[in-house]
């Protein structure tokens, strides 16, 4: 389905660092990502537009048009709404980032969770008091709880100088303790590498408030925004071409759409629909083609110095994201996105479509204060760095070499995960494989029945019964619909997805999965909560709270339920149909059941 998973921080992205080079599993190859075709079999990697932007003259062009848009930044066009509005919407964005992880942190990573956090109290310093480190060990649930109040409540201060530094000190130290939650798997996303590169960037913009020259003001706000755009173009393009020359044949031959919306994470209800729609190949072609003209060519509005071409590219870029939203939950990936986009906007524009009320009135102060020396430092030094570091990166994509100083840049960047390299949906998958738990209890005999009526349970002796645990989120039960989440994004459901990637590739499943299941098998709390749900079965808040006789774990493939006339509903023996999915177990996975049925027992 997609490539966001992986270490973001690593030197080279991970789509290129971790290519399959086999199909390690007999019965996944459909699951397994398919094997890269010759390079003159792919079509679209070698036609126009496509191949030109590949090679040394296309990193030279790129790094010309990225010095060209920082001179256009500094022209008539000013953006220091702009940088007030993305300062405070990146604030937003952390809160909801934090109050989503709120929700499951103490499961993940609490003392009795899934991976706990690591705190060495014996080299405490007043730092760690300061970023919540003990704290945040020990109540990972509160914290984050903590830091959603405190990013939220700094929104709502009056425009001014003392509110710029506040907004900016605010982000940088969000940021960091964002930071520490990272040490476990579950915060290895490509988004969470995103929040960090955006909150540094708009802790910069929110310093061009504090210099009460306009002038300065101005190229403060100008080259904060200009960071901004860089950021955009960064994450389009790379995300554009590590889809062909990742040597993935459903996106070179068009027929990535074709699977997309049903191999999905945690699809949404109009995915089934879309899928409909994109089953033909002449449909499917042309979303492939519009989706990497915008994220490739298109995208080079964002450096053109146009204004109106600034727009369109934000419009552009805000639609795809509203397609992305509209079959998959991707919990507030879209929405940074979309802050991205605003930040292409300038005053102007935004003045247009908010009213010219909201925009500073004209000041008549001398040009240059002394103090104003310290921000204008600030943002132009950042600046500098971080335009090398994403020509590095654009050298990288177009698969140069960069220069040294771009390249140690970036490095030191990497460093302290502000930069890093995108590669979204690099490969796409054409099937999907589900984990599916099941749990040996004994049961009252009338909800047994009703268990095994209801499609959750299987009969295993007289009074015990093989249970079925359903997650709240992932596909699951085959009537259940799927869910609808506008900004949170469930971890625990998203990482079993790539379990069974995993397994098919390796034949063994990552250590944090079998963590997982000895505290589920063990019934501690936080990890509980992390599968129970509202509207639950009875049957699974009854096993929920007793401990399994055995475990058993299976990878099965599901796919929608389809109507029948369209030819793709599942009818041979072999497929289990509901109202919203169908699903099958692999011959392959049956045959590793007891191995982990006798390590659980």
């Known amino acids: 389905m997609l490539g966001l998973m992986g270490q973001p921080f690593a030197p080279r992205p991970w789509f290129l660092a971790h290519e399959p080079s086999a199909l390690a599993h007999p019965a996944c190859k459909v699951r397994c990502l398919r094997l890269p075709r010759a390079a003159l079999d792919q079509p679209l990697r070698k036609m126009k537009p496509w191949s030109s932007f590949r090679g040394r003259p296309a990193a030279g062009f790129l790094c010309a048009l990225v010095a060209w848009s920082a001179y256009a930044a500094l022209g008539r066009r000013t953006f220091c709404f702009t940088a007030v509005l993305v300062s405070r919407l990146a604030l937003l964005m952390n809160s909801v980032m934090f109050a989503s992880l709120g929700q499951q942190a103490d499961g993940l990573m609490g003392e009795s969770g899934i991976s706990p956090l690591l705190y060495d109290g014996s080299t405490a310093s007043w730092w760690d008091g300061l970023l919540l480190r003990k704290l945040q060990s020990s109540r990972p649930s509160y914290t984050a709880g903590i ?10 201060l009056p425009v001014c100088a003392v509110s710029g530094l506040a907004v900016g000190l605010v982000l940088v130290w969000l940021s960091v303790v964002y930071r520490g939650y990272m040490q476990v798997d579950f915060l290895h996303y490509q988004w969470d590498a995103l929040a960090m590169e955006l909150s540094a960037l708009a802790a910069i913009a929110a310093l061009a408030r504090v210099p009460r020259s306009p002038i300065v003001r101005e190229g403060c706000a100008a080259l904060s925004m200009h960071c901004f755009a860089l950021l955009g173009f960064k994450l389009m393009w790379g995300s554009c071409f590590c889809k062909l020359f990742s040597n993935c044949p459903e996106w070179n031959f068009g027929t990535a759409m074709q699977h997309h919306h049903r191999t999905t994470c945690l699809p949404k209800p109009l995915a089934r629909t879309m899928h409909r729609w994109s089953s033909s190949s002449k449909v499917s072609q042309a979303q492939v083609r519009a989706t990497l003209w915008v994220e490739g060519p298109l995208s080079l509005l964002a450096l053109l110095g146009w204004p109106r071409g600034r727009a369109i590219c934000a419009l552009l870029w805000c639609a795809l994201m509203l397609t992305i939203a509209a079959s998959g939950n991707y919990g507030f990936f879209n929405l940074q996105t979309c802050v991205i986009a605003v930040a292409l906007l300038d005053d102007h524009q935004l003045g247009q479509m908010l009213g010219n009320s909201v925009l500073d009135p004209p000041m008549a102060l001398p040009t240059w204060f002394v103090l104003d020396g310290i921000p204008w430092a ?31 840049a970036e490095e030191l960047l990497a460093s302290a995960q502000l930069s890093c390299r995108y590669g979204l949906f690099a490969r796409m998958t054409t099937t999907r494989d589900e984990v599916v738990i099941r749990e040996l209890h004994q049961l009252p005999r009338d909800l047994g029945q009703r268990a095994v009526k209801d499609g959750l349970a299987s009969k295993a002796s007289d ?10 989120y992932k596909p699951g039960p085959l009537n259940r619909a799927p869910p609808v989440l506008l900004t949170h994004m469930p971890r625990l459901d998203w990482q079993l997805w790539f379990v069974s990637l995993e397994w098919a590739q390796t034949s063994d499943t990552p250590a944090w999965f079998q963590r997982f299941l000895q505290c589920l098998r063990e019934r501690r709390a936080s990890v509980v909560r992390l599968v129970a749900h509202k509207g639950q079965h009875p049957v699974q808040e009854l096993v929920l709270l007793q401990s399994p006789k055995a475990t058993r774990v299976a990878f099965e493939e599901y796919d929608f339920c389809m109507p029948s006339q369209l030819d793709v509903t599942k009818t041979d023996d072999s497929w289990q149909c509901g109202e919203w999915w169908c699903r099958r177990t692999p011959a392959a996975s049956s045959q590793r059941q007891d191995e982990w049925s006798a390590w659980f027992s």
Not at 147 to 156: K, L
Request: proline share 8%; charged share 15%.
């Open 147 to 156: 830091c959603a109040i405190v990013a939220i409540v700094p929104c709502f």
């Open 378 to 408: 600030t943002t132009f030094c950042y600046w500098v760095l971080y335009t090398g570091a994403t020509m590095s990166s654009l050298h990288r994509i177009s698969r140069v070499k960069p220069p040294v100083l771009f390249e140690e």
């Open 463 to 472: 009074d015990t019964y093989w249970v079925e645990l359903a997650f709240p």
